[in-house]
């Protein structure tokens, strides 16, 4: 079946642009790429704005395609994947509201981006985009910021795959999405997890078998609850902090 195009699922110009600008992004306005802007740098950058409802597992682009857009996310989560030469997936990130994606080289994106739930998201062309920044500078530092963000995250992936038990991955994993609920206003605890047991796996380099039992595990000591499908209770936060820095049972 061929991917699902972008361009269907997008909202109506004159309705998208009708409202108060950027009203889709008022919940995670303060880290968004574009929170530092003005009224009037915010109506500029609207009219180069395509924005998109898309339903979950959409993707949205493959690794190698031309990379024409940049995107941030108004509500939703999306995650970022590359498949190795035996086939298998490596998840290299998980993004959520307010975050940006899609700075891609020359050669086109250096992976593929897919929606993990129903997400909004609006889409911006390089070429309309580099015209905007010419008329705000400060768009462009704060992009220049998101880069740096970008490279710091991967550094942390890799001592993440490279360096930690089983153990300390899920629990650095689910402290990391502790703090990101936090910077966007939500309560650190429970901490939602849209993803599936599958997406985490690929993204820690572990096994479906593997994660699930260290979720078990880590229940039974009392460090974490498993209230509802989706959601981890964080009942010993020190313990799992502990953890996941290298100083727990393993």
Not at 4 to 31: F, M, Q, S, T, W
Not at 33 to 38: M, S
Not at 39 to 45: A, S, T, V
Request: aromatic share 6%.
């Amino acid at each position: 079946m061929p991917p699902l195009d972008y361009d269907d699922h997008k909202v109506a110009r004159d309705a998208d642009i009708g409202a108060p600008p950027c009203r889709n992004c008022d919940v995670v306005r303060e880290i968004a790429f574009c929170a530092e802007l003005n009224h009037d740098e915010i109506k500029r950058l609207a009219t180069v704005r395509c924005h998109a409802h898309l339903p979950a597992s959409f993707t949205i682009f493959r690794e190698g395609d031309p990379a024409d857009h940049v995107y941030s996310i108004a509500t939703g989560a999306v995650k970022l994947y590359k498949l190795l030469s035996d086939g298998r997936r490596q998840i290299i990130g998980f993004l959520f509201s307010g975050e940006m994606f899609g700075l891609g080289l020359d050669n086109g994106y250096a992976y593929t981006a897919e929606t993990v739930t129903q997400t909004q998201l609006c889409r911006f062309t390089h070429r309309k985009l580099e015209s905007v920044l010419g008329d705000i500078p400060k768009l462009e530092r704060k992009m220049f910021s998101m880069t740096v963000k970008d490279l710091v995250a991967a550094q942390e992936q890799m001592l993440l795959l490279g360096r930690k038990t089983a153990r300390e991955k899920v629990a650095t994993f689910l402290l990391k999405l502790s703090q990101r609920a936090e910077i966007q206003g939500m309560p650190a605890s429970p901490v939602a997890l849209p993803m599936s047991r599958a997406d985490i796996a690929d993204y820690l380099g572990l096994t479906i078998e593997t994660v699930s039992r260290t979720f078990t595990q880590l229940k039974r000591e009392g460090v974490i609850g498993l209230p509802a499908s989706g959601h981890v209770l964080m009942t010993d936060e020190k313990a799992l902090r502990d953890l996941a820095e290298g100083g727990g049972a393993h």
